[in-house]
């Protein structure tokens, strides 16, 4: 009873802490550990031992996989150098530097034990940088290289850690340093990759959603114990499972087992992702407890912790700048043609926050190394301070460098084009199909999907005091469903339909107010940040063609002489026609361009110069 007393008492603060976060505009983690730094001293609240176990057996592998699956793996293989510069050369570069620091500072630790901790504190942690990254608004490049990092950088550490305590008792060389690395890696993406194969088949052939979502519960505990059991890394073979799962995705299971599987990760993933900070925040006084009966004086314990959390800093910029520099050079951002600036840099430097991996870790150093509460209090000197110094104030760094968050009207304009050319495919397939259609279902249709793209087109071109067609059907339609859902609750009420009926019927209204809430707020999100800088794909056609300024009204002469009212403008770059967009009754701009096949216009709505290429479906 009292266990599950305390468990619910976490899960209540996780809730309650996140929620007044969120309030605040203030990322999670940081009054997460807060608030159970200061609950640890709280009268009656039991101790709490994080044990290495529960967190490298019952949290990292939920954790990794949920965040492998939602990272891009086209995106990870774009910045793959960076990513494996980080994830294996800075971890190494790290553990041996803090090892140096720690063995100056405390020689009575022995070198095994200095390498020890400089493994447990290398990696910073995949959760806190994408939670903190996400909810201040870095840039997408940024948050990608950072993701892909934590990812990858736990398995360098674990093999660092184990290599230091193998060291401790048998002595251990170089070559052999090495080649257990190799040997963990290599088993840990082969493991990584069979589990992905043998999913991929059973998947294919299920056909219940939540025996598909029950599976996936499964897989990374699966891989990681796979890799384990043959000595491989476990943390590679969860990463690589998940990366492959949630790329091939689309292709091997049903839309409602995609969309079941990712509301599943997302709960699964804010519960853990949360409650690990507020573990680490409670293991503070269990910590303090301890170091108290160490033999070093105060002042030396104060300093080793000092100086090994400015050590992992430091050594982190010292190794990003040259990395960048001298072995990757960055080639063009796909936004912005020019290659990513020193802020970009300067900011995965600054974005080193370690987490619950680290201190998980530390327990693993064996009871038999000398001053083991000192090694743990480093740890977890380098948590907090990293956490609470570095995350507390990424946002502010990102901001005073005017590093752009990614910009929602560059996304809604990149959605629309996307959609228009899924459309355009669709539409190819339609024309190729026959069947007999007496009651018009392919007009039927092609409406709707026409319906689809003129909503998305519309979030980018009504000025802000003009509601769209889009969102006055949203408006309208979500007056409707509440309408709706009120009558089918009285029928339920009745008894007089079988209540599963009632249910599938709730279900279809819940996901069509979904669909609208999130239009909604794409729409808010777009009207706020409305900026006048290109973005998405470029051609030729939009290199070649200049930018220009309308030279008369701004109306859609069409429109007036065909008495009906336009939604927004676009004009042609070739001759200065202005007509309306594609979401308007008539759609003069697109058939000005089938006329005249002049390829690419502009919006002439206030604040927007962005183009668009007719032949390629390219922004710009």
């Keep these: 009873m009292e266990i599950a007393m305390l468990l619910v008492a976490v899960a209540v603060t996780v809730l309650a802490v996140t929620a007044v976060a969120e309030r605040y505009g203030l990322a999670a983690p940081i009054p997460l550990i807060i608030v159970g730094w200061a609950a640890s001293y709280v009268p009656g609240v039991p101790e709490i031992h994080l044990e290495a176990e529960v967190v490298l057996l019952g949290l990292l ?55 020890a901790i400089g493994a447990v504190v290398a990696p910073p942690d995949a959760v806190a940088a994408t939670a903190i990254g996400r909810r201040i608004g870095l840039p997408r490049r940024i948050v990608t290289i950072l993701e892909g990092e934590s990812l990858l950088n736990d398995a360098t550490a674990l093999v660092g850690l184990r290599t230091a305590i193998a060291a401790a008792g048998t002595g251990i060389t ?8 190799v040997v963990a890696a290599l088993g840990g993406v082969a493991v990584g990759l069979a589990v992905f194969i043998v999913v991929a088949a059973v998947r294919k052939r299920l056909e219940d959603p939540l025996v598909d979502t029950a599976l996936s519960l499964v897989v990374p505990f699966g891989a990681y114990l796979a890799a384990e059991e043959i000595h491989a890394s476990g943390v590679i073979s969860v990463v690589v499972t998940g990366l492959l799962l949630g790329h091939k995705a689309p292709i091997l299971q049903s839309a409602q087992a995609r969309i079941s599987e990712r509301m599943n990760w997302r709960t699964i993933a804010f ?17 303090i407890d301890d170091v108290r009966e160490s033999p070093l004086p105060t002042s030396t314990i104060v300093a080793v912790c000092l100086a090994t959390l400015v050590a992992v800093v430091v050594l982190r910029m010292a190794w990003v700048f040259p990395a960048r520099y001298l072995l990757i050079r960055p080639g063009p951002d796909p936004d912005t043609g020019k290659p990513p600036p020193w802020q970009y840099t300067f900011l995965i430097g600054w974005a080193g926050m370690r987490g619950v991996v680290t201190l998980a870790a530390a327990f693993v150093i064996p009871e038999s190394f000398e001053h083991r509460e000192v090694l743990l209090m480093i740890a977890f000197t380098v948590v907090a301070g990293t956490l609470l110094g570095q995350g507390m104030t990424l946002g502010w760094v990102a901001r005073r460098m005017r590093v752009p968050s990614p910009d929602p009207t560059d996304d809604a304009l990149a959605r629309a084009t996307l959609l228009q050319q899924a459309s355009k495919a669709g539409n190819k397939r339609l024309k190729e199909l026959e069947f007999d259609d007496p009651h018009d279902v392919r007009a039927l249709i092609e409406q709707r999907v026409e319906q689809r793209n003129f909503a998305a087109w519309e979030r980018l071109g009504t000025a802000a005091d003009v509601e769209s067609p889009s969102a006055l059907y949203s408006r309208v339609r979500e007056e409707m469903i509440q309408a ?4 089918v609750l009285e029928i339920r009420s009745t008894g ?13 209204l819940d996901i069509e107010e979904s669909m609208l809430e999130s239009a909604d707020e794409e729409r808010a ?45 676009r004009m042609c770059l070739d001759c200065g026609k202005i007509g309306c967009c594609d979401s308007s009754p008539l759609r003069h701009a697109t058939a000005h361009f089938r006329e005249e096949t ?3 216009m502009r919006s002439v709505e206030p604040g927007e110069d962005w183009r668009w290429c007719f032949v390629h479906h390219a922004t710009g």
């Design 271 to 287: 519960v853990l992702e949360n409650t690990v900070f507020l573990l680490i925040g409670l293991q503070a006084r269990v910590l």
């Design 484 to 487: 709706e859902r009120a009558r």
């Design 174 to 181: 170089a070559w052999e340093v090495g080649s257990e690395f």
């Design 525 to 569: 999100n777009v009207e706020t940040s409305r900026r006048s800088r290109p973005a998405g794909a470029s051609c030729e056609h939009l290199e070649s063609t200049p930018l220009r300024d309308p030279d008369g009204a701004l109306v859609c002469q069409d429109c007036i002489d065909a008495g009906v009212q336009w939604v927004s403008l």
């Design 61 to 115: 592998p939920p954790l990794l996989y949920a965040a492998a699956m939602s990272t891009s793996l086209v995106d990870f293989n774009a910045n793959r150098r960076p990513i494996l510069l980080l994830s294996v050369g800075l971890v190494a570069f790290t553990t041996v530097g803090v090892g140096l620091v720690v063995h100056a500072i405390v020689p009575e630790v022995g070198w095994p034990g200095a390498f």
């Design 598 to 600: 002049h390829p690419v």
């Design 496 to 508: 007089s339909v079988p209540s599963d009926i009632v249910s599938d019927v709730l279900a279809m």
